[in-house]
Nanobody
Framework: QVQLVESGGGLVQTGGSLRLSCAAS????????MGWYRQAPGNKRELVAD???????TYSDFVKGRFTISRDSAKNTVYLQMNSLKPEDTAVYYC???????????????WGRGTQVTVSS
């Protein structure tokens, strides 16, 4: 029901910044929750931040105020501004969407392919 395309990843030095973008194929206001997850080699995928269709945001504790999730509904795009990056932030960052299926009354989950973020020391 929705395609997600991430962009903005790359190589940055410790203390630098990146802004990730997630473009959705439909109105993000029709998506219950959009979020950013990350997965480093050998680790499980973990939530970074998410935002509901009503604008409520949630951040994982490890963000420590460094990351900000935002949206541009007109562009069907969700952003993740990452500041003060650390080597520990190195991971593949995935865009995630949770959408209610009105027919089956369940919440379906969709994933983008991910974008690599590498923070060098």
């Amino acid at each position: 029901q929705v395609q997600l395309v991430e962009s903005g990843g790359g190589l940055v030095q410790t203390g630098g910044s990146l802004r990730l973008s997630c473009a959705a194929s439909r109105s993000i206001l029709s998506i219950n929750t959009m979020g950013w997850y990350r997965q480093a080699p050998g680790n499980k995928r973990e939530l970074v931040a998410d935002i509901t269709n009503s604008g409520i945001t949630t951040y994982s504790d490890f963000v420590k105020g460094r990351f900000t999730i935002s949206r541009d509904s007109a562009k069907n795009t969700v952003y993740l501004q990452m500041n003060s990056l650390k080597p520990e932030d190195t991971a593949v960052y995935y865009c995630n969407a949770l959408m209610e299926d009105a027919v089956y009354d369940v919440l379906n989950q969709y994933w983008g392919r991910g974008t690599q973020v590498t923070v060098s020391s």
